[in-house]
């Protein structure tokens, strides 16, 4: 099974309707992301998170919101979707040592397309 | 503020053919790692290789390898023998100090051709 899942794989949505991504992992780590990757804009950062109460944004969170329901479970809201969301969607994992971030660990990605 | 570049857009070769893909990279922190991905046509993330600053040794796993040089910032990745399937696009990753998030490199296509 694979360690990070990302549901659903792909979605169609319209303007205006509510989103929720789900991600889960069962890698034991602390820390959590998400990003968004788009055709010549590469990979940016939605939100992140270090622990369940310790939830921050990302250089992009306008219009996003998240949930922390364990440590194993990220959730990434879009309230009211809008086209220029729609992309690629990645959760991602890590752990530290020695403070230091330690390799990322991607779910398969969600495919969104907000018409 | 940390960057990667990767200055090759696209690279094409021809499979057995040995392929080099390069990233340089800007840190002000003293200890970090770093990293290769691999994204395939399917679209996934894969994590590939890791590499840390304070250690410059240059190794091997299978077919890949790897050359750190922190004197010149570069972090360079061969595949040897590569294979149709290495076709992807390859990132060069480094994590910001505070938050952990990936600076990703611009990527490099890879095709390799029967």
């Known amino acids: 099974d694979a360690d990070v899942t990302q549901t659903p794989r792909n979605r169609i949505t319209k303007t205006g309707k509510r989103i929720m991504l789900e991600c889960s992992q069962t890698k034991g780590h602390d820390r959590m992301y998400w990003y968004r990757q788009d055709p010549g804009l590469g990979l940016r950062l939605i939100y992140y998170?270090?622990?369940?109460?310790?939830?921050n944004k990302g250089e992009i969170s306008d219009g996003y919101s998240v949930s922390r329901q364990a440590q194993a479970k990220f959730s990434l809201s879009l309230e009211s979707a809008i086209p220029n969301q729609t992309a690629l969607y990645f959760c991602a994992t890590s752990d530290t040592l020695a403070g230091v971030t330690d390799t990322q660990y991607f779910g398969p990605g969600t495919r969104l397309t907000v018409l | 503020a940390q960057k990667v570049t990767q200055a090759q857009t696209e690279i094409s070769v021809v499979e057995k053919e040995d392929v080099t893909l390069d990233c340089v990279y800007e840190?002000?922190?003293?200890?970090?790692?770093l990293f290769w991905y691999k994204q395939p046509p399917s679209g996934e993330l894969v994590f590939l290789i890791r590499?840390?600053?304070?250690?410059?040794q240059n190794e091997i796993s299978g077919r890949y390898s790897w050359n750190f040089q922190k004197s010149t910032s570069s972090f360079n990745f061969t595949i040897t023998a590569s294979q149709v399937v290495d076709s992807a696009v390859y990132f060069c990753?480094?994590?910001?100090?505070?938050?952990?998030?990936?600076?990703f490199g611009q990527g490099t296509t890879l095709q390799v051709k029967p």
């Open positions: 990753a480094l994590p910001s100090g505070n938050t952990g998030k990936l600076i």
């Open positions: 840190t002000r922190d003293t200890t970090y790692y």
């Open positions: 998170s270090f622990d369940v109460k310790d939830i």
């Open positions: 590499r840390n600053s304070f250690d410059e």
